[in-house]
């Protein structure tokens, strides 16, 4: 199983990013998909989750109403579009699949290798 994540760059405080994760080896339709974050010295901490039909979607509130998380199961791949970004969304960001809708990051079962976004102010 792959993941790959891709999007993730430096941009200004307000700007927005897109991260991708692209998935193989693994039955894609069949998992939830997340993404978590890791800031410098800082643990890993749940951004968002999408169900394996797309109708069930969970965010965190540090995230909502900025974040949205989509995902195309013809191409195998979950996104994360991020808008109005702060300096606090720095971090690693990491794609994960689990077979179910969770936020902690022990229910996931295949993980990314993460992409680095750095807002700055």
């Known amino acids: 199983v792959q993941l790959q994540a891709s999007g993730g760059g430096s941009v200004q405080a307000g700007g927005s990013l897109r991260l991708s994760c692209a998935a193989s080896?693994?039955?894609?339709?069949?998992?939830?998909m997340g993404w978590f974050r890791q800031a410098p010295g800082k643990g890993r901490e749940f951004v968002a989750v999408?169900?394996?039909?797309?109708?069930?979607?969970r965010y965190a509130d540090s995230v909502k109403g900025r974040f949205t998380i989509s995902r195309d199961n013809g191409k195998n791949t979950v996104y994360l579009q991020m808008n109005s970004l702060k300096p606090e969304d720095t971090a690693v960001y990491y794609c994960?699949?689990?077979?179910?809708?969770?936020?902690?990051?022990?229910?996931?079962?295949?993980w990314g290798q993460g992409t680095q976004v750095t807002v700055s102010s």
């Open positions: 994960a699949a689990a077979r179910s809708i969770y936020n902690n990051s022990k229910n996931y079962d295949y």
């Open positions: 999408i169900s394996w039909s797309t109708s069930n979607t």
């Open positions: 080896g693994l039955t894609f339709s069949r998992y939830s």
